[in-house]
DNA sequence: GATGAATGAGTATTCATTCAT
DNA sequence: AATGAATGAATACTCATTCAT
């Protein structure tokens, strides 16, 4: 067992449903069954932790867009982005709770500053080059809305709206985008 | 001067910028001139005083949707609405900054949950009858859409990308919703 | 019962019989029956309450040269000085022990570092005002001598000599340096 | 390039120039390129390699009283013996840093004590003798002022006066100890 | 001899809250 | 309404030491 991977799967999990600055590090030790020493041995300090989480958290979105892609015209990949997209927000609400949070509180904001943008641009790139594939007007700004609206969508189905229609605005997404 | 409308307004600048967890209320009281115990006399807690700075904000979204639309058309109501939003958007960055913070912050949101609760389904309410007048199907779905939309542009604009398009995406905006 | 008077009192003992590095503050609480959080209060911080104590101690310095020598001779003024800090010496060695403490180690060295240099050269000042009027030959030089000599002694007898002959030591100082 | 020895060297350079309490073992660690367990391995705890330093240094002194005085008169050697006191005290000023520094405070004076009383006695007897070889009424108590005195010049050198005149008052002590 | 993961007690500091005045 | 001394629980972090390899 892999003291260092259980203490980043617990606080991935304590980090998301409660918060970062509401999580102490004792209860992460706590759950993990890990000495407090032991965090400080590995990742030096608290953020030091949430650097490391968080570059996971990106790694697997950019594995998510690394699908093979090769016998697909555009509008299938983003079908099927969306898809995944959709999928996972439902059934791995945590995942995008922890996101979320970090990028919008000031503190984490600015410690994870470098691997936000590099994230950002990531996604910026990877929807663009979509879009130019589907010769669609004006693509830097269309996959900016394109993101906001996806993000904007996982805010209210997270955060705001209990009762939020995410099965049919997933298919109104669909139509808009993908089967022009 | 009112002390208790000075350190409202201190403590809404203070959360905005450095999020309520990380404000102490000791920052607080310094930066407002104020004692410690006078917190506690006027709001009993520093929850008590997020409350009301939250039901503050909220009514400063009440007052937005206020506005005499009186002998406007819908399509002209919902320009006018996107125009005052946008430009509180990039006047007034630290007031978008609170809401995002404390709806995504898991503490908050339960400190919240009622006023969030509230304030949201308001806020659908008053979406869903401006596109129920322009005769949008599915309007509900489309309110949720629209909302989601926006509040994606927030927060894209706000904390994610620094070279948001905010401008090129408000004609789009507007020219997507409103001059259906 | 002042809280504050408290503190400094029992932080002085121990910081001078154990070191300043190694006393807790949690010690220092429990001695003076006060919570941690009013150290915080009073002194901001452990440093903070470390200068405070310094500047006590200079101020007993200072008082020490202030006593009144209208009508002696600068014979006896140094007589006077040297007698009362050999009593002091024998009388309060915690006293000494925790000005040497503090001025060699580094860390609080630096944290003093301001406040070392004001004490040590008002006593250089004070000093040399002294040998002028005894009209003793590059008086610079014989003060700084003379203080290296005393601190010396203080050096010896507190933490180095268990049958360090002070007494006699004190009778060839005087003879040495007072009765020219 | 024996391991034990760069741990020595680096561990006197860092206690010199921190404090024994301020400096970490894992400081040592990671400046002589070393593990954790090495340590533990050859001097057993952080103690032992004091004592192993102290030691050190205490061969050292003895080594500068050692040099063949045979052909010497008694107050040449007391000469020789300041000059390369007074030329060490410029040089290395460490040396004489961390000296002071762990017979000043108190936990670490309690470590050594037994090493201490035998260096310091070793001193004692050393210059009592050559007093003795000159002649010098009352030599044991004027033994304790010289070592006084050079004590006393060392630590205001260091650690008090910023322009302290060593150069004048080195030739100050041989004129008085030397040439009479 | 040498490593480094792991421990756990200990440290200074923070902070919301209480309460006498 | 207003102050600020006082509390005490909580927090991140430090660090010497142990031990299996």
Redesign the pocket.
């Known amino acids: 067992?892999?003291?260092?991977e259980q203490i980043i799967e617990i606080a991935t999990k304590l980090f998301s449903e409660r918060g970062y600055?509401?999580?102490?590090?004792?209860?992460v030790c706590e759950k993990a069954?890990?000495?407090?020493?032991?965090?400080?041995?590995?990742f030096?300090?608290?953020?030091?932790?949430l650097r490391e989480i968080f570059l996971k958290t990106t790694q697997l979105i950019v594995e998510i867009n690394r699908v093979d892609k090769e016998n697909q015209t555009p509008s299938e990949q983003l079908i099927e982005l969306l898809d995944s997209l959709f999928s996972k927000l439902a059934s791995d609400k945590l995942f995008f709770q922890f996101n979320l949070n970090v990028m919008v509180q000031p503190n984490t904001r600015k410690v994870l500053d470098d691997l936000i943008k590099e994230r950002s641009s990531f996604i910026l790139k990877k929807t663009k080059e979509i879009f130019d594939k589907i010769d669609i007007e004006n693509s830097l700004v269309m996959s900016h809305m394109f993101i906001a609206e996806l993000d904007g969508i996982s805010l209210n189905y997270l955060g705001i709206y209990e009762d939020f229609p995410l099965e049919q605005i997933k298919k109104e997404i669909i139509k808009k985008y993908a089967l022009q």
């Open positions: 067992m892999d003291k260092r600055e509401n999580t102490a590090l004792s209860l069954n890990v000495s407090k020493g032991l965090i400080s041995h590995h030096k300090s608290k953020d030091g932790l």
